[in-house]
């Protein structure tokens, strides 16, 4: 281990959810959620305001709905985080060449390997001036843990969320993780917590006094030996600059089981040329094949073929993945389909297996195509998803907050603007289309000469009064904060088409539930449709 704490763990703070909150002004502050949004969707990231609820990652979307009913339920915008990230991995790299990534929010830095810090107080300063780095380029912000090993700079920077540094000084590792639940170790889940917990153990002090050889009897060897040194603070890991990607795959787990056969290979065709897609933009191809199929009662069966050579050709990948589906009974109905591809390689090798397999797969999606309901447009009701970027001819950039029974609401607003105006329209207006994400942080910053974001210029109308909203093209009043406490509305809730679902409190987005302390009546909630190279020195 090092005699100085110049290694670096960044997390940034609920990732997902605290850029859609910088993306759209109305939600800052406010309780939101991203995930999937159907029946069977689980929740992505949750903001700090929705886990006072309880409302954590991986839980499934309707129970957070239940313990959150009045936060904002928002779809993933992959591009947009896959943006933002690149940013943030950017100010890491201006601190060393040992950037270890673990996720798109995540990394280790080996801040000596750069020069950047080499003792307690450099490694502070290059910490805090990450973190401010991080707030002026993205407008976020991170949580940074600096320490000696990669096990205590992560639980470092545990301690240090939301927003903050903690810098573990070395000497003082064994005393810090002594009274820390043995669920802080990395490797301890739920099953071997259990099984400590049953032993009498359950502390990381109580691991380490209870010695390595009976670990070791407990656990099994490797297992054992591992938990012991960690728990002496004992972490020869090295910063990994780069990690191996091993697999690419893409899923999809669907709303109503799908019965018929023939939408069930048109899904997984769909999955494959979404997986070749992602294997291009990484400029990779491979040997593997994989289909995961999670059936009616839960069960997952998973089929893999292995081609000669790498391939990234999408109709080699397609009849692969159907050669794979025909040896699945899809009977009583699919719940997920995935297609994955792995053996990875960053180049392709052409042979006549690869190119006779094309010719086949042409073949049968010519004769698919006409009577493929795939390839239909889709509902125009299921075309909007919450959260989802739209522009309009007259009103500008916003995003979408529900669609129902026709109708979509968009709320005009952009990062840079004051929580903007609510209308609802046709979901098949024409002046209303998808777009693509804003910048968070601009240099010219806000751009509203009329003070109202999402009012043209020169609107004669001005701005709202307090308490104003708009929908459906036209303005109705708000009841304040205060009315609404007290049970009186002042004026007209925020009217606009059946069954589309509105927040409520002068355009300010959803609000958040309060104790029954807080005597606050809170708006109905939201709803849509549904890495080696490098290495540091131990």
């Known amino acids: 281990m090092r005699n100085a704490p110049t290694v670096l763990h960044l997390d940034m703070d609920a990732f997902f959810a605290s850029v859609e909150q910088a993306s759209k002004p109305s939600l800052r502050g406010k309780a939101v959620v991203v995930g999937g949004l159907g029946p069977r969707g689980v929740v992505a990231t949750a903001s700090y305001e929705a886990r006072v609820f309880g409302v954590h990652s991986a839980m499934p979307m309707g129970q957070a709905r239940r313990l959150a009913p009045n936060a904002a339920y928002l779809v993933p915008r992959f591009t947009l985080y896959r943006t933002v990230s690149e940013q943030v991995m950017a100010l890491l790299r201006e601190l060393s060449p040992l950037i270890e990534p673990l996720s798109l929010d995540e990394a280790f830095v080996d801040l000596e390997a750069g020069g950047a810090a080499w003792d307690e107080e450099s490694a ?6 990450l973190r401010a780095d991080i707030r002026a380029v993205t407008g976020l912000t991170g949580s940074v843990g600096l320490a000696a090993s990669k096990m205590l700079a992560k639980i470092a920077s545990e301690q240090a969320k939301p927003d903050g540094l903690v810098l573990i000084e070395p000497g003082t590792e064994r005393a810090l993780l002594g009274p820390m639940p043995v669920r802080t170790l990395p490797g301890v889940g739920p099953a071997t917590g259990d099984h400590l917990r049953r032993a009498g153990i359950t502390t990381v002090g109580e691991l380490a006094e209870a010695g390595e050889d009976e670990l070791v009897r407990m656990l099994g060897k490797a297992h054992g030996h591992a938990l012991y040194a960690m728990a002496l ?87 692969a993945a159907a050669r794979l589906l025909e040896s699945v009974d899809t009977t009583g109905g ?25 010719e086949r797969a042409v073949d049968l999606a010519e004769e698919a195509v006409p009577q493929a309901p795939a390839e239909q447009a889709e509902p125009a009701e299921r075309q909007w998803r919450a959260g989802q970027d739209v522009r309009h001819d007259h009103w500008g950039h916003g995003w979408v907050q529900g669609s129902g029974l026709g109708r979509v609401t ?32 601009t240099a010219a910053g806000p751009a509203h000469p009329t003070g109202v974001p999402g009012r043209p210029s020169g609107d004669p109308r001005g701005a709202p009064s307090p308490g104003q909203g708009a929908c459906a093209g036209r303005d109705v009043r708000q009841p304040s904060d205060d009315e609404r406490a007290s049970g009186a509305s002042g004026g007209d809730d925020l009217v606009g ?42």
Do not use: M, N
Not at 124 to 129: K, L, N, P, S
Not at 250 to 269: K, S
């Open 410 to 441: 968009v709320r005009f607003e952009t990062p840079q603007s004051e929580p903007g105006r609510v209308r609802t329209f046709r979901v098949d207006d024409p002046a209303l289309a998808p777009a693509e994400p804003l910048p968070l942080v």
């Open 124 to 129: 502070r300063r290059a910490g805090e001036r």
């Open 497 to 538: 088409a059946p069954g589309v679902e509105h927040p409520v409190g002068g355009g300010q987005g959803p609000g958040v539930g309060r104790g029954s302390s807080g005597g606050a009546r809170v708006p109905t909630s939201w709803s849509g449709t549904s890495g080696g190279g490098a290495v540091s020195r131990p």
């Open 334 to 358: 699919v719940r997920l389909l995935g297609v994955g591809v792995s053996g990875l390689a960053d180049y392709t090798q052409e042979d006549l297996f690869a190119q006779a397999a094309g």
């Open 233 to 319: 603070a004992r972490d020869e890991r090295p910063v990994v600059a780069e990690r191996e990607t091993k697999s690419v795959s893409v899923e999809d787990t669907y709303d109503v089981d799908i019965h018929d056969r023939l939408r069930v290979g048109l899904e997984v065709q769909r999955l494959a040329d979404r997986c070749v897609r992602r294997l291009r933009e990484a400029a990779l191809s491979g040997r593997t094949i994989v289909l995961k199929v999670r059936r009616y009662d839960f069960s997952t069966l998973t089929r893999s073929e292995t081609l000669r050579g790498p391939t990234d050709d999408p109709t080699v990948i397609r009849e």
